[in-house]
């Protein structure tokens, strides 16, 4: 079975802060992506990586980055933590063959930023 | 582009009555249809998928058929337990790239 880790399943940081969050996979999947998920507005997407190094904007990327240096590992960094960015994040992975593959998600990081 | 609407929740049921969640979606093409599940504290779980029209999918009791004439992927089951009381969302990959637009989600409590 596939499996998707992140760090830490709680986390909370104040403002201004520089916020790391780590996802890492071990099946080998090309592709990694960074959701973010409030109540009323589901799954929107922040960042994702179809290979090391490489990078493309989701819908609400302002307020966050990423890096891939290594193919198991994709990491959202919130440059400057605000209170509106206080949410649940979701890390996923899937194959990039066929394009129509599934994604598996790790069990989340709820933060807060106080 | 691609995209799916799913009904609202919350939707409550009593144990072992019949449930069905509408999704419907827009898609250029036929893109692989899928829904997940994610029980209370954790992240997302694949449920089913379907691959392309007439497919059905299933899976630990749930199904959902892929219509092309009506747009459409609900997900039935015949009869709920309470450990099915979770959010379902349903799924299919956007226009370009390799992301999942997402419905919003269906709370589902199920009642002893």
């Known amino acids: 079975d596939v499996k998707v880790t992140q760090s830490s399943r709680y986390l909370v940081k104040r403002t201004g802060e520089k916020v790391f969050l780590e996802c890492v996979q071990d099946m080998d999947h090309e592709n990694m992506f960074w959701y973010r998920q409030d109540p009323g507005l589901g799954l929107r997407l922040i960042y994702f990586s179809y290979d090391v190094k490489m990078k493309e904007k989701g819908d609400i990327p302002e307020g966050y980055s990423v890096s891939r240096e290594k193919k198991e590992r994709f990491s959202l960094i919130l440059e400057s933590a605000s209170t509106n960015q206080t949410s649940m994040y979701l890390c996923?992975?899937?194959?990039?063959?066929?394009?129509?593959?599934?994604?598996?998600f790790g069990d989340g990081t709820r933060l807060s930023i106080l | 582009g691609n995209s799916v609407t799913q009904m609202e929740g919350p939707v409550t049921l009593s144990e072992e009555a019949f449930l069905t969640i509408n999704c419907t979606y827009t898609a250029t093409g036929y893109p692989s249809l899928f829904w997940y599940v994610q029980y209370p504290g954790e992240g997302l779980q694949l449920l089913l998928k379907?691959?392309?029209?007439?497919d059905k999918g299933s899976n630990k009791g749930f199904e959902a058929t892929y219509r092309k004439e009506t747009t459409s992927f609900h997900l039935e089951k015949g009869s709920v337990q309470v450990s099915d009381s979770a959010v379902y969302f349903c799924a299919l990959r956007r226009n370009s790239g390799y992301a999942l637009n997402f419905g919003k989600g269906t709370s589902l409590l199920v009642t002893p």
């Open positions: 996923a992975s899937s194959l990039r063959q066929g394009k129509n593959q599934p994604q598996h």
């Open positions: 379907a691959t392309k029209a007439d």
